[in-house]
């Protein structure tokens, strides 16, 4: 498929208050700020780190067609949040320098200190973040007022000049999950050069918010989101996404009038993961008009129309979309046998159940066919 999902190999969260404290194996993953009270002299700030492998992002990047465009995003998905200001804003940066994850929970009694801490690149003794000397186009940010030097360092800009960076800013009434566009940070990877031709190795993301050590009890807020340790079908994920679409209709009518029959083909309805089908949209009017003609009006195959055909994924458990109709990576493509879409089933989670739908807009409608076209994807 056109939007392919990477999972990660390794998280952790670091909290300023616990600067030695390793959250490796927690369920959760936040970027939070919390002020206990005026002048408190220990509020806590938490950050995340995320690493994605380098091989998997550039096997997924090599099945993006020379002449197709691609861009990648950060996702992860809320499981819980209070106290957002409505410019509350998360920034996501390139990490600078390798780190452990460990295998700590939040509060464990003693603390775990075999990873990544505010205060430590890996165990606890091991290497401090470099912080006042971080080295060339890199940086980091902490108030010496309120935590303990660390948190983190990060890459300033990349070739040319470009961010090494994405946000996003939180409102009443959006989506709270993270949807963050880092092509920039993961091209800087896969190039190996970056500022001044200084390479900008993949050391995985920050996620933090960009508002921190605020002294006011009434501005709290509180991110948190499911990690790669969840036990629900919510993980984080780096969505790559490219433009597949071809259009050639052959001796192919369009579809261009209502009511309309569209049914999935070669679904067999179990893929092993590490198929790639080939999906093939049947369509045509409801009610054929008819004609003289000596084959049947009923099993003539015609093109949905091109630009407005898109189709999505959904979770059949949960009725969450999978992969959104997207006008840009999720169009429906066409050659002489009719309409179709390909799938890249390792980018889905196994032993779960998808469904698939389509949209289309005809004669200035637009209509979504959700039909029963069901899936499952297994461990190969």
């Not at 990047?61 to 465009?69: D, G, I, K, R, T």
């Not at 509350?88 to 603390?111: E, H, K, N, Q, R």
């Not at 990873?115 to 401090?128: A, D, M």
Request: aromatic share 14%.
């Amino acid at each position: 498929m056109a939007v392919y999902k990477i999972f990660p190999e390794k998280d952790a969260t670091i909290y300023s208050m616990f600067p030695n404290m390793n959250t490796g194996l927690d369920p959760q993953i936040e970027a939070t700020l919390t002020t206990f009270a005026p002048n408190d002299p220990n509020p806590q700030v938490s950050r995340t780190l995320m690493k994605f492998g380098t091989s998997t992002i550039q096997n997924v990047v090599n099945l993006v067609p020379e002449s197709a465009s691609w861009q990648s995003n950060l996702r992860c998905f809320i499981s819980k949040t209070t106290g957002l200001d409505l410019d509350t804003t998360v920034d996501v940066f390139a990490v600078s320098g390798s780190w452990g994850m460990g295998t700590g929970y939040y509060l464990d009694s003693p603390i775990t200190t075999d990873g990544v801490s505010w205060v430590w690149t890996n165990y606890s003794g091991s290497q401090k973040w470099n912080i006042q000397n971080p080295g060339s186009n890199v940086t980091g940010s902490w108030d010496y007022q309120y935590a303990p030097q660390g948190g983190g360092t990060w890459y300033v800009t990349g070739q040319n000049g470009q961010p090494l960076s994405g946000s996003q800013v939180y409102s009443y009434a959006q989506d709270k999950d993270l949807n963050v566009n880092v092509t920039n940070i993961v091209n800087a990877w896969l190039s190996g050069s970056g500022f001044l031709n200084t390479p900008v190795v993949n050391e995985g993301f920050i996620i933090k918010q960009r508002t921190e050590w605020v002294d006011n009890i009434n501005v709290q807020p509180e991110i948190k989101f499911f990690s790669v340790d969840t036990n629900t079908i919510y993980p984080p994920c780096l969505e790559i996404k490219w433009d597949d679409f071809s259009y050639e209709t052959g001796s192919l009518s369009v579809l261009n009038t209502l009511p309309a029959t569209v049914t999935l083909a070669e679904n067999p309805g179990v893929f092993y993961s590490e198929s790639i089908n080939r999906f093939r949209v049947n369509a045509r009017p409801t009610y054929p008009p008819r004609v003289w003609q000596t084959g049947s009006a009923y099993t003539q195959n015609y093109a949905l129309p091109s630009g407005s055909t898109m189709w999505a994924i959904k979770d059949l458990d949960t009725n969450e979309y999978v992969v959104d109709f997207d006008s840009s990576f999720t169009q429906v493509s066409c050659d002489a046998s009719g309409s179709y879409f390909d799938v890249h089933m390792s980018g889905l989670q196994t032993q779960r159940y998808y469904k698939i739908l389509i949209q289309t807009t005809i004669d200035s409608s637009t209509i979504v066919f959700d039909d029963q076209y069901y899936f499952k994807v297994v461990n190969g």
